[in-house]
């Protein structure tokens, strides 16, 4: 929830000038070896940087989470609801094809109105 709170640019250093990424852009790896050396180099950048890490974690518990809910919702319907095996598992499809749609829904509001990352922060921080 304290993401929205961040200023829009973060302080930055004279290393990260649009100069110096151009510079870097002109560099090509040339073998196959370059080309590992230079992922490496990048993952470790990354892994250096604390929001991504927590981001990256978050992304994951979150699929996990996600994963064991769509696996055992089924067997919770037939559970609580003393429904049939069948019917529970249809009703779980169609929980599925809904929240794929609210994904699609959302990604096309967000489009065609153009919003900013802060208010969508917000929106999902306060509702």
Not at 19 to 34: A, F, N, R, V, Y
Not at 77 to 93: D, M, P, W, Y
């Amino acid at each position: 929830p304290f993401l929205a709170l961040f200023p829009e640019r973060l302080p930055s250093e004279d290393k990260t000038t649009a100069k110096t990424l151009e510079q870097s852009k002109t560099k090509i790896s040339k073998t196959g070896m370059d080309y590992i050396r230079d992922t490496r180099m990048c993952v470790a950048r990354l892994m250096k940087n604390k929001i991504y890490v927590f981001q990256l974690l978050y992304g994951v518990t979150a699929l996990l989470a996600m994963t064991g809910l769509g696996t055992f919702m089924p067997k919770y319907f037939e559970f609580h609801f003393r429904q049939k095996a069948t019917r529970s598992g249809l009703s779980s499809i169609g929980s599925s094809i809904f929240t794929g749609l609210g994904i699609i829904l959302s990604g096309q509001v967000i489009g065609k109105f153009k919003l900013k990352a802060k208010t969508v922060a917000a929106w999902n921080m306060f509702i």
